[in-house]
């Protein structure tokens, strides 16, 4: 049996338990389990699960591991930890603001549809290499951890104002928008300047804002990229 082979979708499956963990966290909502809250759990699993997607493909390339079976199931994990997650999530804020179970939140299911069609999308679009048509899908799971830590500080909008904003942060997932590629090729700073200056920019958002701050980066991300100059 070839072990190493086998490294990358056991660290993607990683991932997925990070996802599954975050959406039966975040169903518990603002009760505490612990030392936290569902919802800082679920932020926490959620952030596990970036750091367990960025390794899966770079063990893939480092022992030349690559394989159909790993490309479908990471892309099934990341719906899981990038998609369903975050919907959970936003549901169970939302009811918890109304009270109790509201229709608005039903809402909420944009964000796992629209970041299911994201993925179907990026598998069989092979110019997304260099850079990214849409919101990358972990960039949305972010902006949602950003967003929900805002509204358990501040409060919540309007639920027809947050409906809103659901419904037009899911469609940027299917827009024609070009993004900047979040992925290092090298580290030399002249072919990464703009990586730089997100990495930048996340770390003085949540310095000075918080959890909340991440919400602020991936806006930055958004701007940058309409903007600015693609890498």
Same mark, same amino acid.
């Given at each position: 049996m070839n072990i190493k082979a086998h490294i990358p979708n056991t #660290?993607?499956? $990683?991932? !997925? +338990?990070?996802?599954a963990t975050a959406i039966? %966290? /975040? =169903?518990?909502g603002s009760a505490t389990?612990? /030392?936290l809250t569902g919802f800082e759990w679920s932020y926490i699993a959620i952030g596990a699960a970036a750091v367990f997607d960025f390794c899966d493909g770079a063990a893939a390339? %480092? $022992?030349? /591991?690559y394989s159909a079976l790993g490309k479908e199931l990471d892309s099934l994990s990341d719906l899981v930890s990038f998609g369903l997650a975050p919907t959970a999530m936003v549901y169970t804020i939302i009811n918890e603001t109304a009270g109790g179970f509201t229709l608005?939140? $039903?809402?909420? =299911?944009? #964000?796992a549809v629209c970041g299911a069609l994201r993925l179907a999308r990026f598998n069989i679009d092979s110019s997304q290499s260099t850079t990214f048509t849409g !919101?990358? +899908?972990p960039a949305n799971a972010i902006f949602w951890i950003g967003a929900c830590a805002w509204v358990t500080a501040h409060g919540c909008p309007p639920l027809w104002a947050f409906a809103a904003i659901i419904v037009c942060e899911s469609l940027l997932m299917l827009s024609s928008l070009r993004m900047s590629s979040l992925k290092f090729k090298n580290f030399d700073w002249r072919d990464n300047f703009g990586r730089y200056v997100l990495i930048f920019a996340a770390v003085m958002f949540v310095a000075t804002a918080g959890v909340p701050g991440l919400m602020w980066t991936i806006l930055f991300y958004i701007i940058k990229s309409a903007v600015g100059r693609k890498e």
């Open positions: #660290i993607t499956c $990683l991932n !997925l +338990i990070c996802g039966v %966290m /975040a =169903l518990h389990i612990g /030392a390339r %480092m $022992l030349k /591991a608005w939140s $039903l809402f909420a =299911l944009f #964000i !919101l990358p +899908i």
